[in-house]
């Protein structure tokens, strides 16, 4: 299978935007939908921060959303949904109550506070107008690494960011996966450059390490930031299959595996580990039950990829202090 730009966009529908304050270190990532979506989500980190979330569970009855949205900025970075929300109204879109339009617009933060960056924001905190901004620029294609939601993001070892990756079935579904890692944990295996999603890489998007050759003795110790509730991985995953909300739940529940499958640990009390699925519907036929299952095993390897992807893209912070990226710390060793 070719992939196409090998990104989230490959899937047709939808498109991804940026915006991120360097000085702050912290940004918004906006996925935005061509046309209302179904969705769903599925939280297995015990520390989330969301919003509007509560209406993607398949029993509540908004059945299609506008865009997702991922911000740095913990519990702040919740208004970047305000402002992708007031971009989508002056574009015209959202649900229709009488004479009024209300985009639907969930999404989640990760903690990126204690970066380095400068957070002394005022009263009204930036990220409203970051949410604004990542819609306005949404497109086909769009960078990976330190940007966007990403920008101030890290891991136990190193930098942390945005990444994607794209596939497609064997009956010719698309999947892709968008995500933020900003992990308690680490993508990569002890003290070694290689990375636990090794196994699911695709034309050496993450460096073509392969496994370790021997396998370093500290790579099954836990290695964690510590106890506080200061992170938190974040993802969409979306395919152009025609599902139902239930359907769409049960892929984001599958595509969670994708965090265990390249981060060590996942879960955590202090991780807020949360992934969206969403199917566009483009795709000309229904899937099958068998066609669902391997959209979910696909969307929890591309969740896998992207996340090696993200570290492997990352540049690290200019801050004192600041953690390595992965070609900082590896691409001389």
């Known amino acids: 299978m070719a992939l196409f730009k090998n990104l989230i966009t490959d899937v047709p529908g939808l498109s991804v935007g940026h915006a991120q304050d360097e000085k702050l270190a912290s940004g918004v990532t906006a996925l935005i939908f061509d046309e209302p979506a179904v969705a769903s989500v599925a939280t297995h980190g015990g520390a989330p921060g969301l919003r509007d979330t509560a209406a993607l569970e398949p029993e509540m009855t908004v059945d299609r959303i506008d865009a997702i949205v991922l911000s740095g900025g913990s519990a702040y970075g919740l208004d970047a949904m305000g402002g992708t929300l007031a971009f989508l109204r002056k574009q015209g879109r959202g649900f229709q109550v009488r004479d009024i339009r209300v985009p639907i617009v969930p999404g989640a933060i990760l903690f990126d506070l204690l970066n ?7 009263e009204v905190p930036v990220y409203w107008q970051l949410g604004f901004e990542a819609a306005a620029s949404a497109g086909s294609q769009f960078r990976l690494g330190t940007i966007g939601a990403g920008f101030g993001a890290t891991t136990v070892n190193l930098k942390g960011g945005i990444g994607s990756a794209s596939a497609e079935t064997s009956a010719g ?9 900003k992990a308690v944990g680490q993508a990569t295996i002890g003290g070694a450059p290689h990375f636990w999603a090794a196994p699911y890489e695709q034309n050496g998007e993450f460096g073509g390490l392969g496994w370790p050759a021997a396998w370093p003795p500290e790579a099954l110790a836990m290695r964690i930031k510590g106890d506080a509730l200061e992170n938190t991985t974040i993802a969409i995953v979306a395919t152009d299959a025609l599902l139902t909300k239930s359907e769409a739940k049960r892929l984001a529940i599958m595509a969670q595996d994708g965090l265990a499958l390249a981060l060590r640990p996942a879960h955590a009390g202090m991780d807020g580990d949360t992934v969206f699925a969403a199917a566009t519907g483009r795709a000309a036929t229904r899937p099958s039950l068998r066609d669902q299952t391997e959209i979910g095993l696909l969307a929890s390897n591309c969740l896998a990829r992207a996340i090696g992807r993200a570290i492997f893209e990352a540049e690290p912070l200019p801050f004192k202090d600041a953690l390595p990226s992965w070609h900082g710390k590896f691409s001389k060793s």
């Open 173 to 181: 579904y698309r999947i892709g996966a968008l995500v933020a890692v």
């Open 116 to 122: 380095g960056g400068d957070k002394a924001w005022g």
